[in-house]
């Protein structure tokens, strides 16, 4: 049984997925992670979607859902998967309940966090990595002793390139219009939970944890 995290960009579906996998035993599976990875390799799918990640534009339906249903055919039987980022459109979310429905495989939840619009900016804004660890860390949030620690192993933070004031509107943008209306898709199927994810890291694992236990 596998889980959908859902929400807008920088509403921490990267951050509570991590944690959630290493707490419920799962696997995080994050598209937008697959493309990057497939950009910085020059892949021929990287070549495809750079231009469209760059612009904070979604990449084409059938680009992800063949990834999505690599992955599950492979090892979903096996592996319970956190999917972060993915489904993003109505038809991508069709698509996974045909897929999953022939694997004989199910999603046991779809939660949704909740954040407000000035909030997401910040956190968007104020988001590194740092080059050395791979840490996602924030300017306005992570506290000055993870931030020094990537310095002192002789890091940088880096700011991801859809991480520019202009391109966050725009993503911000696409989600209402394409992935928001999947919170009432997933209401009609009886599996949607919707965590108040306005608060610190720890209290939103907690209530997500407590959501899933619903
Ligand atoms: P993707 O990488 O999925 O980006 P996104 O959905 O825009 O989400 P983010 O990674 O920006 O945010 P997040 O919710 O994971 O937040 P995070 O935990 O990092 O997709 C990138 C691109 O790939 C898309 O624009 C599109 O082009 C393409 N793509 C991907 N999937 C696709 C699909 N299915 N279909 C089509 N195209 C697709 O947190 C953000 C920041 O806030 C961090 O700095 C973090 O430290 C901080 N933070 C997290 N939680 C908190 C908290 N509780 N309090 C304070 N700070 C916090």
Same mark, same amino acid.
């Given at each position: ?44 799918? !990287? ?49 996974? !309940? ?17 954040? @407000? ?12 990595? $740092?080059?050395?660890? !791979? ?14 620690? $990537? ?10 390139? @859809? @991480? ?25 199927? !009886? ?24």
């Amino acid at each position: 049984m596998h889980i959908v995290l859902l929400g807008a960009p920088g509403s921490g579906k990267g951050t509570q997925a991590q944690r959630l996998a290493t707490g419920l035993g799962m696997q995080q599976l994050s598209t937008g992670e697959l493309l990057r990875a497939a950009v910085s390799q020059r892949t021929a799918v !990287g070549l495809a979607v750079q231009a469209a990640m760059e612009a904070g534009s979604l990449v084409p339906d059938e680009t992800v859902l063949g990834m999505i249903r690599e992955r599950l055919a492979a090892d979903g039987a096996t592996t319970q998967f956190i999917l972060d980022g993915f489904p993003r459109t109505l038809a991508q979310a069709r698509s996974l !309940g045909d897929l999953l429905a022939n694997l004989d495989q199910a999603l046991r939840a779809v939660v949704y966090l909740e954040v @407000d619009f000035d909030s997401l900016m910040k956190r968007l804004t104020g988001r590194r990595t $740092c080059s050395e660890t !791979g840490q996602v860390l924030n300017i306005y949030y992570s506290s000055q002793a993870d931030l020094d620690a $990537c310095r002192e192993r002789g890091g940088e933070l880096l700011q991801r390139d @859809d @991480d520019k004031e202009d391109t966050i509107r725009h993503r911000l943008e696409v989600y209402d219009r394409q992935t928001a209306p999947l919170i009432e898709h997933y209401r009609d199927e !009886g599996l949607l939970r919707i965590v108040d994810a306005d608060a610190d890291v720890n209290t939103v694992y907690r209530r997500l944890t407590e959501a899933l236990q619903g």
